[in-house]
């Protein structure tokens, strides 16, 4: 079966877009998902993304993880989700997405800019103290659509981000589901930079919408800093977070970033390696 799909990036969070909306790609095959999303073999990407029919909303966006098994939520992969069904007609430029962590805005805006509404934050844990790796760790705990465990550094450049970011992922603590781990350094009241092991990527990632939105949380909440937040990502791009701040938390949150088609292309997943992308 050959299929059309899109490659873009949120920011430098690359994803492959599919308009599934005849609801025809087989994506509970997660072996055949993951063989899609490899870097050598299939097309290569953080996430697939499937636009789907939702009678909740404009349209469903179902994402899957490069191992091929399904996420609850994405932040950079919703606004590229919002870019693309735009594109195609699925929706206006104010317009509302279903996910599995529930119903999603978003706004189309000027220079390559989207715009999301993040779910509201959950799971609140502060001031947590773990040993990964025979270091202690401490950092806070944030659920903001996905899990994330926020971990301040004097020197992002210095943190062995694969080997200390999966240990911490894999950490009894936040066992059985295990967490995303944010590297975050706190430069001025209100820029960051950051750094993000990715669960499900199982890998440092390009950038992090919900993990950005975890570190300003726990910046403004725990470090008196203030929204909007500017946050730049591994790959250099800047992403915003704002919102509002009611009885001492942060609620109402948006991200805000660029995205970037990168180019189209056509699959035959009969292939059994994937090797037949035709790019256009």
Known sequence: MKIQFTKMHGAGNDFVMIDDRNEEIPWADHFLMAALAAR?????????????????????????????????????????????ARK???????????TRCGLVDAEIKDRGLVCVWLPEPTQRRYGIEITADGE?????FINTGVPHFVVPVE???????QRLGRKIRLHQ??????????FVSLRTPNRLSMRT????????SGACGTGAAACAVVAV?????????????????DLEIDGDWRRRKCTGLTLTG???LVYRGEIDLANADLGGAIID
């Open 88 to 98: 195609i007609g699925a929706c206006g430029k104010a317009l509302t997405m279903e």
């Open 197 to 204: 092991y990715e669960r499900g990527v199982e890998a440092e």
């Open 173 to 182: 603590e936040f066992a059985p589901e295990g967490t995303n781990v944010d």
């Open 40 to 84: 050598r073999t299939g097309i290569g990407c953080e996430g697939i993304i499937l636009l789907q029919k939702s009678d909740k909303a404009d349209f469903r966006m179902r994402f899957l993880n490069p191992d091929g098994a399904e996420a609850d939520m994405c932040g950079n992969g919703a606004r590229c989700a919002a870019a693309f």
């Open 258 to 260: 660029p995205v970037c």
């Open 155 to 161: 020197n992002l450049s210095q943190v062995d981000v």
């Open 221 to 237: 909440e725990q470090h008196n800093f203030s929204l909007p937040a500017k946050i730049k990502t591994t790959t250099g791009y």
């Open 136 to 140: 202690t760790v401490c950092g806070d």
